[in-house]
């Protein structure tokens, strides 16, 4: 199951430096790409606001 970035993302950019798999893309929310995403959780370990979420 892929992680989904909810609308409390300030689009700092830290989650997408941390993602192994490449599947954050910029934007206000980030987008994370369902089809790349690994599930990993990187991403809302770093997160300051906890937007990236579990789906």
Known sequence: MA?????E???CGV????CPAD???EG???VIDPDL????????DVCPTD???PA
């Not at 995403?37 to 809302?44: Q, R």
């Open 3 to 7: 992680y989904f970035i909810n609308d």
């Open 37 to 44: 995403c690994t599930d990993c959780g990187a991403c809302a």
């Open 28 to 30: 206000d929310p980030y």
């Open 9 to 11: 993302c300030i689009a």
């Open 23 to 25: 599947a954050i893309s």
């Open 15 to 18: 989650c997408q430096a941390e």
């Open 51 to 53: 937007s990236p979420r």
